[in-house]
């Protein structure tokens, strides 16, 4: 099969983001994450490099193009870097001066790198302009996933974020995980302990004679990285048709779903190795194989997708170049 360049743009940041988000989150596999960088920078330099090799024309990026529609070129261009160096200012301010943490954590991690992108859009060759688009975007669907709707319902419902997450694993990922291996045949259950120490989220299940507990945390249950694969998979639809229609919706309902049907068979895979073969199986699994079985499930799902997408919407690069204008007398 024929790939496209941006596909492997997209198996690379697929790749490198499964590797981190299983690296910072201290699960310790570290010769499948180097593995996976080192496939995913390959990919993604390969890419880049086709595309800057085929794409002679000068263009300007999405970014550009939308704001044209409000300004002029030059203000967009110097506008982007600006809003760049508010987000960073104004993330620290509020940090610092209004919650008063001065630690380090993801969120502050994925606003750096988000407001970096903007000051530096407008450095580079053109021809790479899809791919400052899709780290641009990518970047943003983060800000507004984990710390737009996150922090909101925060602040909106007055509950913990412990308590918040504790719900989020119960709800989305324990639940249906649990069912699952109950249709399968195992038994296993699942409970909710908001007041207890340590992890609220708990999977019980038969090993021999033993009934043994899994807790499920929030590195776990895969909800970071069902964020961090379904927003690289919406930053890759908007770059690739740069518009919203209903194909395009159906498209982003389905990868939505498969991302999380992705997470949902990798719990399911790593609880089954402890039920039949104990927790040291169950800690092989998701340490070194569960992070590979995501990816791999979410890249096959995600092609069908796209495919499907790409055989009812044509791509703006497909869109007739140079057209003759009609001639005036």
Known sequence: MKFEK????LFGSLFVAGALYNHYLGHSALLVEIILVVIGIVLAVYAA???SVLKKESADGLLIRLMKRFMSRERAAALIPMLGFAVLLIWSVWKIFFIHMSDLRMEDFIVTLFGLSLVLYNYGPSKLHQMQDFVVLYLLFLVLIFIGL????AITSGESSYRITAYAEYYIVTQPVTAILNVMGFDVSCELRLGGIGLANIIEYEYGDRILRLGIGAGCSGLYSAGLFFS??????????????????VALALGFVVTWLSNIVRMVFTVMAGIMWGHPALAFVHSYIGIVIFVVFVTIFWLLIVRWLDSKEPKPSEAPLNQAAPVQS
């Open 232 to 249: 690289a998979f919406l930053a890759f639809v908007f770059v690739r048709y740069e518009k919203i229609d209903r194909y395009v919706g």
């Open 150 to 153: 996150w922090k909101l319902y």
């Open 49 to 51: 490099w086709k595309t």
């Open 6 to 9: 941006e596909w492997l743009l």
